[in-house]
């Protein structure tokens, strides 16, 4: 990063405090604090990058959802004391809660019923609310749409509270289950208050925009849930919970169309949802938390963006700084539609292959978007096959435009088709600098689903650098979630998450669907580092702290990192040892095997052992492992020797089908974990879970954030 970039990151934060304050002191900013958190799938398509400039933290001031990023990333999160008579537990200091080597820890998992066709899409997210903004409660809740049709005795979408394993009584519990008439195949939303939540569903072919008001029941079920009846809007904003309204999604001429494809987005500034849906209508409902909630029919909306062309749409995004909506089509085409007037402006088509099935993710700051794309149509990967790509465009692109490509991996040509390529994620040091830092998402659509690191540099992206393979087989690949830890101790981390559908290659996955997580916290210069501490390294290598001490200041940039397993770069008084490539899973130790110099394996301790002095392992049981970075464990004479390279850098959960979008929701220090920092998910296909064998609600511990 050059000096430049760092003022202009330094100036961003001094006005953000400044904006922060001012914004506080005018009572703007109490909202979203007295209302709480929501996490959905739309907190991974906006973003916000840091303001560089006073007209753009005055600008991102004016959305909530600034304000809950701002929250999710720098409040320390504990679990909350007990109300009187909830019957939630008591403040809890468990610890380091730590897993088994390499393994995600699935805390519960609840059968939402069986999955006919899997897998089902795996853009779909289920929704968080946090209550506090620095604590957790047991009364905080996620809700999951079943993706079941709705009857008597199958809830369409269920919510559960006592989230937190080891902190709330009963973990989890049931907190309403309703039968809403039609089936939900996209991702809910919450309310800025969490009173409602907002979802569509499809019911004889007819898309439907569903408001409801929950209410806490201790009799509900997945299989035993209450049916609601629509009120009429104009009842809604009185009815008493439990109740829900309906609005019918119409085309510009009255007549209902369906949807299946598009999650509604929620505009809290304007009280608004944006949806889409099929043959390219894209809608806007006014008044649906705080109002008498209605489609716009006036003034060009609802739209349909490509007349000549009418694709389905996938989900949309609304930038409340430019006032834009930006929508994809499942023939590969991005719109951007004034939100006012209804105007489209069309890209030049981007995707050749499966088409955009995901949402753009755009940073509202930076005003940049970021589309991801199966194939570019080109033939210029191997093979002369098309190639598979994320593409970014400027927040006012203009029609025809497609932007700039970085290439992620190979796609195959028509007519066959290649695996959908869903939204990736943009890191922590992007969003806490001016559109700095790196974008990871899972690529390579026409073969196994790769990891890529694309850096960005002031907005410009670079060219990719290829990761792990996530899978043995060509099979599907989940969206790439990513959660920035400030609070963890004693410096900040970082890991993403991330799944394959079949072929998984994790420890813990038997070469099924599999979720996975890797450390990716990138190298900071001037920081004061601790023996043991990881960075992911410009070459997608994991760096461990052999030496503890203060990194080099930014003048002099990033050290020229040791490409060599098990080598140290030195980094001012900071030593580096290098664990190597990050890569899915390693073997264990074997009795009695011959083992080669540089051969690496997870010790049972969940260490990363190299091998230095070739020979044959022992017989019998493992060998005592020393547990010292860079600490030397000798099985005897004769025998094998091995040097501590630091803790294992991923982690592996089963998961049938692989997963749906994975929602991330507390971040907290490492004295103060008390199972609240979670990952929630959906399998797509059928598992044995709690309740019975189908599709399942999941809540996995960030293991690695120990």
């Not at 799938?41 to 004016?62: K, M, N, Y």
């Not at 939900?184 to 898309?207: C, R, W």
């Not at 199972?675 to 399998?683: D, E, I, L, R, W």
Request: glycine fraction near 14%; proline fraction near 6%; hydrophobic fraction near 40%.
């Amino acid at each position: 990063m050059t000096g430049n970039a760092v003022r202009l990151i330094r100036f961003g934060a001094g006005l953000l405090g400044l904006v922060t304050v001012g914004w506080m002191l005018t009572g703007q900013a109490a909202q979203p604090a007295h209302e709480g958190l929501p996490n959905d799938w739309t907190h991974r398509h906006l973003i916000f990058s840091q303001p560089a400039t006073a007209e753009q933290a005055a600008r991102v001031a004016q959305d909530p959802r600034y304000w809950q990023q701002w929250y999710r990333q720098n409040f320390t999160r504990v679990l909350a004391a007990d109300p009187a008579g909830s019957g939630d537990a008591s403040p809890m200091n468990f610890g380091h809660l730590r897993a088994r080597p390499g393994k995600v820890h699935p805390d519960w998992s609840e059968d939402l019923g069986n999955i006919a066709v899997p897998p089902v899409n795996a853009g779909i997210y289920p929704a968080k609310f946090q209550f506090g903004i620095s604590n957790a409660s047991c009364t905080d809740y996620v809700v999951f749409s079943t993706g079941q049709a709705g009857s008597a005795a199958q809830a369409s979408v269920v919510a559960y509270n006592n989230l937190y394993v080891g902190g709330c009584a009963g973990a989890p519990s049931v907190t309403w289950a309703y039968n809403t008439g039609g089936t939900v195949l996209t991702s809910p939303v919450i309310s800025g208050d969490g009173s409602q939540v907002a979802f569509v569903e499809t019911n004889g072919g007819k898309g439907i925009l569903v408001l409801l008001k929950w209410a806490a029941s201790n009799t509900e079920t997945v299989t035993s849930p209450l049916t609601l009846a629509a009120v009429a809007n104009s009842a809604y904003p009185t009815c008493t919970a439990p109740c829900m309204t309906q609005i019918f999604l119409v085309t510009g001429s009255a007549v209902q169309i369906d949807d299946t494809t598009s999650s509604p987005f929620a505009d809290y500034k304007h009280d608004t949802i944006w949806v889409g849906g099929a043959v390219g209508w894209l809608h806007k409902i006014t008044g649906v938390f705080h109002g008498s909630p209605a489609e716009v029919k006036t003034g060009g909306f609802p739209v349909q963006v490509n007349p000549g062309s009418p694709n389905t749409l996938s989900s949309p995004i609304f930038d409340y700084g430019t006032g834009n909506v930006y929508v994809g089509d499942f023939g590969g085409f991005l719109y951007r539609v004034n939100g006012s007037t209804a105007a489209v402006t069309p890209s030049g088509q981007i995707d050749h292959g499966t088409g955009l099935v995901a949402g753009p993710v755009v940073d509202s700051t930076g005003s940049k978007v970021y589309v991801f794309s199966s194939s570019d149509g080109s033939s210029t990967c191997p093979g002369s096959n098309p190639c598979a790509g994320v593409f970014q465009l400027a927040a006012s692109f203009g029609s025809g435009t497609t932007g700039a490509e970085i290439v992620t991996g190979a796609s195959v040509a028509f007519p066959a088709m290649p695996n959908p390529m869903y939204e990736g994620a943009l890191d922590g040091n992007y969003q806490a600098s001016s559109s700095t830092g790196n974008l990871y998402v899972c690529g390579n659509t026409g073969g196994a689903p790769t990891l890529y690191q694309i850096a960005i540099l002031i907005g410009v992206m670079q060219p990719a650098v290829a990761g792990p393979a996530l899978s043995s087989a060509t099979t599907g690949c989940s969206p790439v979630s990513d959660i920035p830890n400030v609070n963890a101790t004693p410096n900040a981390s970082e890991w993403i998450f991330a799944s394959a559908q079949a072929g998984g290659t994790g420890n813990n996955c038997a070469a099924g669907g599999c979720v996975m997580n890797f450390v990716v916290k990138p190298w900071a210069a001037s920081t004061l580092y601790a023996i043991g501490q990881q960075v992911l390294d410009t070459h997608f290598q994991v760096q461990t702290v052999r030496t503890g001490g203060t990194s080099r200041n930014v003048s002099q940039g990033h050290p020229v990192w040791s490409m060599t397993v098990g080598a140290t770069t030195g980094d001012a008084t900071v030593q580096w040892l290098n664990q190597g490539p990050l890569v899915v899973s390693y073997a264990t130790w074997i009795a009695s095997n011959p083992y080669v110099l540089g051969q690496e394996i997870v010790d049972s301790d969940g260490n990363i052992q190299i091998v230095i002095l070739a020979n044959n392992s022992k017989a019998g049981a493992h060998p005592v492992w020393n547990k010292n970075v860079f600490g030397i464990t000798n099985e005897g004479a004769g025998l094998v020797r091995w040097r501590n390279l630091g803790a294992i850098g991923t982690a592996s959960l089963a998961a049938a089908g692989g997963t749906g979008g994975i929602i991330i929701d507390n971040v907290v220090g490492s004295g103060t974990m008390a199972g609240a920092s979670q990952v929630y998910f959906t399998t797509q296909s059928n598992q044995v879970c709690t309740g019975g064998t189908g599709g399942c609600a999941v809540q996995a511990s960030q293991s690695a954030l120990r």
